[in-house]
């Protein structure tokens, strides 16, 4: 059974920095890419960053581009989203998402809140 | 980037009745790189369904979605209790970023 169980959120003061991390089990995790996907309180659903299987490659989007960091560890089925100059808008619970093979999301974690406020 | 726009914002139904969702696309979708989740109160969402027209594992066949181009629909052929959610489309059709489009709230009416 494929699970994905994030952690690291809380709350934070604009302009400081937040780790959240995902720990993968049930699947061949060096195998995916993985994605991190965030939902400000009562909003829709925004792609933030993904990371291929291998590491190598990694993309943002660009409201996050240069202050995140998307990273993984293989040897430990976890990938983490560093978060640094953060801002009111970040504010957001933060989905970590498996890829299939195709950059469609088959399995989601449960989220992981991260307020940004001072 | 390709904006999904759905609509309508809420659609007011009844168990029994049939739910058609829209998703259109400012420009073509790659193969068709469609995909649909739901997503209920206090959830994750859920992957309903992919490459426009392919159910996930363990969806039920009541929900089905087609289209291409730039015009997707999701149809949910008789409508159970459970259904009721905000249904998200998301494109994949390209390289990121992946968008989603604004959802749609399905509520019983």
């Known amino acids: 059974e494929v699970q994905l169980l994030e952690s690291g959120g809380g709350s934070v003061q604009p302009g400081g920095s937040l780790r959240v991390s995902c720990a993968a089990s049930g699947f061949t995790f060096s195998n995916y890419a993985m994605n991190w996907v965030r939902q400000a309180p009562g909003k829709g659903l925004e792609w933030v960053s993904v990371?291929?299987?291998?590491?190598?490659?990694?993309h943002y989007a660009d409201s996050v581009k240069g202050r995140f960091t998307i990273s993984r560890d293989n040897s430990k089925n976890t990938v983490h989203l560093q978060m640094s100059s953060l801002r009111a808008e970040d504010t957001a619970i933060y989905y970590c998402?498996?890829?299939?093979?195709?950059?469609?999301?088959?399995?989601w974690g449960q989220g992981i809140l991260v307020t940004v406020s001072s | 980037e390709i904006v999904l726009t759905q609509s309508p914002g809420t659609l007011s139904l009844s168990p029994g009745e049939r739910a058609t969702l829209s998703c259109r696309a400012t420009?073509?979708?790659?193969?068709?790189?469609l995909a649909w989740y739901q997503q209920k109160p206090g959830q994750a969402p859920r992957l309903l369904i992919y490459g426009a027209s392919s159910r996930a594992t363990g969806i039920p066949d009541r929900f089905s979605g087609s289209g291409s181009g730039t015009d997707f629909t999701l149809t949910i052929s008789r409508l159970e209790p459970e259904d009721f959610a905000v249904f998200y489309c998301q494109q994949y059709g390209s390289s990121p970023p992946y968008t989603f489009g604004q959802g749609t709230k399905l509520e019983i009416k």
């Open positions: 990371i291929s299987g291998s590491g190598g490659s990694t």
């Open positions: 998402a498996k890829d299939s093979w195709r950059s469609f999301f088959d399995y």
């Open positions: 420009q073509s979708v790659t193969n068709s790189y």
